[in-house]
């Protein structure tokens, strides 16, 4: 997979691309998420999971209560969003947070605008596709990692923690199970 990314003001980005190398420090896997850390308001938060699959980038309630965001900067959100199996989720409204993401050596900081909703679920924040858009990113569930270009023309590549990861997934599959069943 390779994606070419364009610049804003026109100048040439890196390839995004996954090599066999990337694979090297992955454990096998069946269909394990791609779930990452990322640090806002100056914690790290864990447990996020990036999906291609929508278009909100979601912070939960739970998750805005735990890092002792203010109500007060939170603004009217008019809209639904609805879930896998077409529940209606409660959004309690939204905000914008400077959000890093780094491998440890570089990093890249951008404002997301997070939709708050009022639902449980084993994450703490999801990110889809206009995040991935606005940083030009590129995820690879085989290969288990996320790679943007960094702004002094690098690439910053994430890798996912599977274990969490994994654990999510079963988490997230037993509580649909419960629904449904």
Request: aromatic share 8%; charged share 25%; proline share 3%.
């Amino acid at each position: 997979m390779t994606v070419e990314a364009r610049m804003p003001n026109h100048q040439s980005k890196p390839t995004l691309c996954f090599t066999s190398s990337d694979l090297e420090d992955m454990v096998s896997h069946e269909d394990d998420p791609v779930v990452i850390s990322v640090v806002t308001v100056g914690r790290k938060v864990h447990r996020v999971l990036i999906d291609q699959g929508t278009s909100a980038d979601v912070m939960f309630w739970s998750t805005f209560n735990n890092l002792q965001l203010s109500p007060d900067q939170l603004k009217s959100y008019d809209g639904c969003l609805f879930g896998f199996a077409g529940d209606q989720v409660e959004v309690r409204r939204y905000f914008e947070l400077r959000t890093t993401f780094s491998d440890g050596t570089i990093a890249r900081t951008i404002n997301i605008r997070y939709i708050v909703v009022n639902a449980s679920s084993a994450y703490n924040l999801l990110l889809e596709r206009p995040f991935l858009n606005r940083l030009d990113a590129v995820s690879s569930t085989r290969h288990m990692k996320m790679k943007l270009p960094s702004l002094d023309g690098g690439v910053v590549t994430i890798k996912s923690d599977q274990k969490t990861a994994r654990k999510c997934y079963e988490s997230s599959l037993k509580s649909k199970r419960g629904k449904c069943c």
